[in-house]
């Protein structure tokens, strides 16, 4: 079984200050991590992937996420918060079973203030 | 690569009737996904093929959600008859098929049931 646990529902942070969204994830195999973004009436885009190579992963617009297994996490990051920035975020955990199962966190809704 | 689209991006239609959504799959990709979004229950997979086959659909809510591929690019997702709890943003994604493979998804369809 897995599970993939986004521990605010909400963030807000000034522009140019770091962005830090939170996920925890349990998996009884070896599991495959994505940080999805969801913009106003868009569907879901790819921000970056874990498949078990380097733990510290780069993804698009300036966002990373470092794969800590004795934590189960894989917390997103970026530096400096862009307004831009303001979507939905989904942690989603696969386990790399032949089944293809997929979990989807709640989502994280990130707020940039001017 | 136009990415997945989906079609129509709004459908309002009355209680009872059938309503179709379409979904074509980016070139080249062998699993195809339909998801369900709403505020109350997040993102909700209904049913998801490989290589056409139906692999999953213990997320379809019920006998009058029905869902085909009947070609590897293209896939509908029927629902009759419609019911104003049915409302929700529907996306399909799709992907390379592999399990650390990421999904594409579609801008979504807006149905809104009266």
């Known amino acids: 079984a897995q599970s993939v646990t986004q521990l605010d529902s909400h963030v807000s942070v000034s522009e140019g200050t770091p962005v830090l969204l939170r996920c925890n994830y349990s998996?009884?195999?070896?599991?495959?991590l994505f940080w999805y973004v969801q913009h106003p009436n868009k569907g879901l885009q790819l921000l970056l992937k874990y498949t078990s190579a380097a733990t510290l992963v780069k993804g698009i617009n300036g966002f990373e996420a470092e794969f800590k297994k004795s934590e189960t996490s894989f917390h997103l990051t970026k530096p400096s918060a862009h307004m831009s920035d303001a979507a939905e975020y989904f942690c989603?955990?696969?386990?790399?079973?032949?089944?293809?199962?997929?979990?989807f966190g709640s989502g994280t809704r990130l707020q940039v203030q001017p | 690569d136009a990415g997945v689209i989906q079609s129509p991006r709004h459908e309002v239609t009355e209680m009872g009737q059938e309503v179709t959504l379409r979904c074509k799959l980016i070139s080249g990709h062998n699993s195809l996904f339909w998801y369900r979004q709403t505020m109350m229950r997040g993102l909700e997979l209904l049913i998801y093929?490989?290589?056409?086959?139906?692999?999953?659909d213990s997320g379809m809510p019920e006998d009058r959600f029905s869902a085909k591929m009947p070609n590897a690019s293209f896939s509908t997702l029927k629902i009759q008859p419609s019911e104003p709890r049915d409302s929700a943003v529907y996306f399909c994604?799709?992907?390379?098929?592999?399990?650390?493979?990421?999904?594409?998804f579609g801008n979504g369809t807006r149905l809104t049931v009266t």
């Open positions: 093929f490989n290589n056409n086959v139906p692999i999953d």
């Open positions: 998996s009884s195999y070896s599991p495959s």
């Open positions: 994604a799709s992907s390379l098929g592999a399990s650390n493979s990421p999904l594409h």
């Open positions: 989603v955990v696969s386990d790399q079973t032949g089944r293809r199962a997929l979990t």
